[in-house]
């Protein structure tokens, strides 16, 4: 049910889809050419198979979760400003394309290692904390209601506005339910949780709830637009999920978007890749991707460690 192939999907499909993505990032749609393979360059010229900062984030995500045995915010914390300060985890081995939401939150926790720095104001709802997200519902996913509670507080961190927590809430019950081999009629129906009653106790904002009910199944572009507003990339992750039938599909969908290309890339390549597995990812794509090795490392371990978390 929760197979190991699925977990490396999701984190895999996660580091592809900023891969791709990274190429067309910045790229305005309409006057892009579409990318139909991973191809690099982009604007930090980066090799085929390099990625950004969504996949470092969740690669210090995921070795936070790992080496702790379990959910530490300051620990998470102390990893991104590794990664910030001496490109820890870097596809380069060095620190390019962080966001000023999540530069201004690792500057914040610098100063007062506070756990939970991310701002509340309603400008910070960026789409940081949600591009990472895939270690913490993989982690928890056999216990769903912890899984999309620890899902809000991991973007407490750098993103503390609502719209970003309820965000990862949401997207996290969708990679439980993935992980879990749930079908994608079901996955993409009306407010889908896999802890049961979970949105009646516990709504979403209604911008999240929206996305939840289904707005992206009525929309296509340039009403789907991928920016670096969390709802936005939460719509056209879940746009390019819903309108195609491959993994490769609807990641090229995804990205071809340009604008924030690497973030919906990454958002939807967490969700595709637990839904359809590892096996469904183009070898090509495969083996090419800095660090897939270690990256694959990391699922693994999530999901052996997952296996041992039964009660809250």
Same mark, same amino acid.
């Given at each position: ?31 892009? %050419? ?17 990625? %950004? ?260």
């Amino acid at each position: 049910m929760y197979s190991i192939e699925r977990y490396c999907g999701s984190l895999l499909g996660l580091a592809v889809g900023d891969a791709l993505g990274a190429t067309l990032e910045f790229e305005t749609p309409g006057s892009l %050419t579409p990318i139909t393979d991973m191809v690099g360059g982009g604007p930090f010229a980066l090799k085929p198979g390099q990625w %950004t900062d969504e996949t470092s984030m969740a690669l210090c995500l995921a070795e936070s979760l790992i080496e702790k045995r379990g959910f530490d915010p300051v620990d998470q914390l102390t990893r991104y400003c590794q990664w910030y300060r001496k490109g820890y985890l870097s596809s380069l081995g060095k620190c390019f394309s962080i966001g000023m939401i999540v530069r201004g939150a690792l500057e914040k926790f610098e100063r007062s290692g506070e756990p939970y720095c991310g701002s509340s104001e309603t400008y910070s709802a960026g789409n940081g904390s949600l591009i990472r997200l895939a270690p913490v519902p993989l982690f928890y996913a056999r216990i769903p209601q912890q899984a999309i509670e620890k899902s809000g507080e991991s973007s407490r961190t750098t993103h503390g506005v609502q719209t970003a927590i309820d965000a990862c809430r949401y997207f996290g019950a969708l990679l439980v339910g993935a992980v879990s081999g749930v079908d994608k009629q079901t996955l993409l129906s009306k407010r889908y949780s896999p802890a049961l009653g979970y949105w009646e106790k516990h709504p979403l904002v209604k911008e999240i709830d929206e996305v939840a009910c289904g707005s992206f199944k009525k929309k296509n572009p340039p009403v789907i637009r991928s920016t670096g507003y969390v709802v936005k990339s939460l719509e056209a992750a879940l746009w390019a999920f819903y309108r195609s039938k491959t993994f490769e599909s609807g990641a090229l969908l995804a990205v071809n978007l340009g604008n924030d290309a690497d973030a919906t890339g990454a958002v939807y390549g967490q969700l595709a890749g637990a839904f359809y597995g590892e096996q469904a990812i183009p070898a090509r794509w495969l083996e090419r991707l800095s660090k897939r090795n270690l990256i694959k490392t990391y699922a693994t371990i999530l999901g052996k460690l997952g296996q041992k978390i039964t009660t809250i």
